[in-house]
């Protein structure tokens, strides 16, 4: 079993920044993409940012030149470097990763959530 644990988040001003970490425990062969999903009241989850284990990333069109996502394969976390924040940056920010076994079978799985706050 995997789990993916997340940190990082609170309330910031606007303009401020914030980074968000996410680090997978467990047992496992490898990591392929990881990324990163918010949810705000009443909207739908929608992905942020992606990084594959070969270091290709993709942004949400918004968060293009304000959001960076960055990876550490040795301790099997990912990162989101979330700079310029406005307030429609709130939400609540979900891990995501796609994790192969040593059985070879992959699994994708969520983290629990960190609430992102920013304040007008």
């Known amino acids: 079993q995997v789990q993916l644990v997340e940190s990082g988040g609170g309330l910031v001003q606007f303009g401020g920044s914030l980074r968000l970490s996410c680090a997978a425990r467990g047992n496992f062969f490898n990591i392929n993409t990881m990324a990163w999903y918010r949810q705000a009241p009443g909207n739908q989850r929608e992905l942020v940012a992606r990084?594959?284990?070969?270091?290709?990333?993709h942004y949400l069109d918004p968060v293009k030149g304000r959001f960076t996502i960055s990876r550490d394969n040795a301790k099997n976390t990912v990162y989101l470097q979330m700079n310029s924040l406005k307030p429609e940056d709130t939400a609540v920010y979900y891990c995501?990763?796609?994790?192969?076994?040593?059985?070879?079978?992959?699994?994708?799985?969520w983290g629990q959530g960190t609430q992102v706050t920013v304040s007008s």
């Open positions: 990084i594959t284990d070969g270091d290709i990333t």
């Open positions: 995501n990763a796609d994790v192969t076994s040593w059985s070879r079978d992959t699994t994708t799985y």
